[in-house]
């Protein structure tokens, strides 16, 4: 079978005006960094790339050197092509202002430069997430309030996976395609074409954990599953959790599932576990685009209006019927009946 590459695709993309010439150069750059991450994150103790950074970031977190290392990249490969406007990282307080010494585009892109650091230092999948938004029409300079758009506003969203292969999952709103990156030639071949989260499922992933902390619609649906064929569902539910989310988030658009982080009494002040802008909203135009839902409980996460950069969210995502089903708890619980 003849198989193309990532620039392939995306030139393709372009003749059908589904991307812009800067939009592609956009996500082949990303793509590019994408490379660098994978050849860091593979060598890993022998590049010296493991273990904590001795900082924290804007959330409190303890970064490790790989959170750095991977951050860097990202902003340093799309700063000067002229494509982006600004950009913004988990690892950034701040917008990132593109220096005045390159041009400026219309594009704004945010990421998750290493999503799981927990998992770096044990050899277990990491990930990076983008998010890629419109820069607002006549804005001189951008600033933080030109990011606060809705999920539904993404022009293209995707992820990394460092798994056993390095994989790049895209959307540029017309399904969801996969390409794998082939190290010999240093191109993402495409691999996966129109993804779509299995409607049938019988698995989900939760920190369960924090069950004593859920709220009581994700108790109950959790336990509604953990009673197997003999409870209400009537059938037995496998469970995993690998805490990258990336990775998470990949089984469940290859073999279905449902993933859940959702509010709890731990992170109910700071609005949940995830961020919204650029864990959740790119997460959920992925697993939408493959026929699947994302939600918070109570509502569509792609139609919430994000009120701060930082902003985290409940997230609950995957095959349709499953998160339907937690939404039901949710409504059951507010009308009584729960
Ligand atoms: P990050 O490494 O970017 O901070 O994200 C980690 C996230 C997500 O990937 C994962 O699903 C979740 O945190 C794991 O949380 P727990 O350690 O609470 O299970
Ligand atoms: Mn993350
Ligand atoms: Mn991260």
Known sequence: MKRI????????????????????????????????????VAKGALAGVLGEAGSDNVQGEAQK????????ILLQANEWGGHLAAMASEEEEGIWKIPS????????????????????????????????????????EPN???????????????????????????SVGNGVHGFTLDREMGSFVYTHPDLEVPEQ???????????????PPVQRYVGELQRGAAGPRGKDYNMRWVASMVADVHRILTRGGVFMYPMDEKNR??????????????????????GGAASTGRSRILDVQPERLHQ??????????????????????????G
């Open 144 to 170: 933080e309030a030109s990011f606060l758009q809705p999920g539904t506003a993404q022009v293209a969203a995707g992820y990394a996976l460092y798994g056993p292969s390095t994989l790049l999952i895209l």
């Open 269 to 290: 002040e700071k609005g949940g576990k995830l961020r919204l802008m650029y864990e959740a909203n790119p997460m959920a135009m992925l697993v939408e685009q493959a």
């Open 312 to 337: 985290r969210i409940p997230v609950i995502l995957g095959s349709r019927s499953e998160v339907e089903a937690v939404e039901r708890c949710y409504r059951e619980a507010r009308e009584g009946g």
């Open 201 to 215: 499922t019988s698995e989900y992933a939760i920190n369960s954990s924090n069950a004593r902390y859920w709220e």
């Open 65 to 72: 050197k790989l959170d750095v290392i991977a951050n860097e």
């Open 5 to 40: 590459t990532l620039t392939q695709f995306l030139i393709e993309n372009q003749r059908k005006a589904h991307v812009t010439a800067d939009l592609r150069l956009l996500i082949e750059v990303v793509a590019r960094a994408v490379k660098a991450i994978s050849c860091n």
């Open 101 to 140: 010494d390159y041009p400026k585009g219309g594009y704004l892109l945010l990421f998750d430069p290493l999503d799981g650091s927990s998992n770096i230092d044990v050899n277990i999948s990491v990930g990076t997430i983008f998010s890629v938004l419109r820069c607002p029409r006549n804005t001189v």
